[in-house]
C-alpha cells in the first residue's frame, strides 16, 4: 500500500503543473461553453479525495489528537475557507491563468502571508504527524511548495485567450 499511497499522495500536482504551464490546452479541452475553472475544481476536489484515500490507507488515527492539532488544523483551515471566500472559485482555481479577470485582493490573509492557502494546506496536513507517516506528509508539502514555485513566476503572456 506504500507505493500505491505516495502516488496518490503526489498525484494531483502534475495536474495543477500542467494547467498553471499550458491553460490553453485545458481551456481548448474543456470546449465552448463550460468554465474552464470549475471544471478544474471538479477534478481536483476528485484528485483532492483520492489524496485523502490515500492518506487514511497509511494512518493510524487515535483519540484524543496531541494539542498542537487543533491550532495548527483550525488556523489552516481557516486560511483556505477565507482564501476561497475571497477569490471565489474563478480565483481559485487558476481563472487568471484561463484569461478571467479576477480583482486583486488585498484583504487578510493576503498582504500579510505569502500563499495563504497552501500555508494552510501545509498547516493542517502538519496538524496530523501524530497519524501519517512521516514520508506521507513530507510529499504532500513537498508538491505545495514545488507549485508555490511554479505559480510565483507567472508569465503574463503565456495566459490564454478564452473561447467564446
Not at 479525495?49 to 487514511?56: G, P
Not at 479577470?101 to 494546506?121: A, L, R
Not at 496538524?127 to 513530507?138: D, E, N, Q
Not at 514545488?146 to 485567450?161: Q, Y
Request: charged share 10%; aromatic share 20%; with cysteine.
Amino acid at each position: 500500500m506504500g507505493i500505491l499511497a505516495c502516488v496518490g499522495v503526489v498525484l494531483p500536482f502534475p495536474f495543477y503543473y500542467w494547467l498553471w504551464t499550458y491553460p490553453q490546452t485545458w481551456v481548448d479541452m474543456c470546449g465552448r461553453g463550460r468554465d474552464p475553472s470549475k471544471v478544474m475544481a471538479r477534478v481536483s476536489h476528485l484528485l483532492k479525495l483520492v489524496q485523502f484515500i490515500s492518506l487514511f490507507s497509511v494512518s493510524s488515527l487515535s483519540w484524543p489528537p496531541p494539542l498542537y492539532f487543533w491550532p495548527l488544523f483550525l488556523f489552516g483551515q481557516f486560511l483556505n475557507f477565507r482564501v476561497y471566500q475571497l477569490l471565489g472559485e474563478s480565483g481559485t482555481y487558476y481563472g487568471v491563468r484561463f484569461g478571467k479577470n479576477v480583482p486583486w485582493v488585498t484583504e487578510f490573509p493576503f498582504g500579510v502571508i505569502n500563499d495563504p492557502q497552501y500555508v494552510g494546506s501545509i498547516l493542517s496536513l502538519l496538524a496530523c504527524l501524530s497519524w501519517v507517516p512521516f514520508l506521507y506528509i513530507l510529499l504532500w508539502v513537498l508538491g505545495y511548495v514545488f507549485m508555490i514555485l511554479i505559480e510565483s513566476k507567472e508569465d503574463v503572456a503565456t495566459r490564454c485567450k478564452p473561447l467564446v
